[in-house]
């Protein structure tokens, strides 16, 4: 399996970092995973040889560039259709409610949709991916991703709390948000501080660490060195165009 990262901006892109957006590629089969901001045109393949589309939730960093894949496959003079598109209901709601009614029939031609969420498990070529219920304030899917003997799970956005950590144990790749550096009473509950998750993922026994969804106003350094404390070994961060064999 291989994780190619897009765009791994935490919130909002900025020049040369898409917000979140990820390429999970096994056998020939690649899985366009979250559609940030900038993530469509910074896919590394050409997008007519993706097989399907994976969106953890419907934050606009998240999912924007459904939009511009829409467009792209929709006004040109070879139209793609039926695109697979996997995520949580209100994806496909929030989106679906931008469009008028012309554009809005065509937008479900474009997309072939099917609903997930936590406890669901399907097949996509080799790939077998499992969603799991995240701690957010919007419906929001991890996924753990698995072909060949390997694992990698992707956190989306989320805090702490709930079962979400179980299904990380043992997995050779996490790659996590990691919003913040310190959170403090008043701040947003739902997403993670680096130092959180380099101790989940020890205590998980997760083989490596990669962390994203760090904001461009943060020092990610500080961020990185904050997890390594925790994990007590090495930790990578995803910046775009970096690709991880899992
Ligand atoms: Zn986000
Ligand atoms: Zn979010």
Redesign the pocket.
Known sequence: MKLHVIGSSG?FPVPGRPASGYLIEQSGTRVWCDAGPGTFVGLPVDSYMIDAIVI????P??CADLFAAFHAWTYCPEPRTGVPLYAPQSVWDRLWGFLDGGQGSRFSETFDFTPVSGGDEIMLGELSLAFVDMD???P?VGSRWEAADRSMFFT??TGPKGDWQRAVTGVDLLLAEAAYQERTENDYP??LMAAEIGQIAREAGVGQLVLTHIPPYLDATRSIHEAELTFDRAVALAVPGATFDV
């Open positions: 919130t953890s939730h419907q934050h960093d998240h957010h304030s919007v929001t989306a956005d739902h997403h």
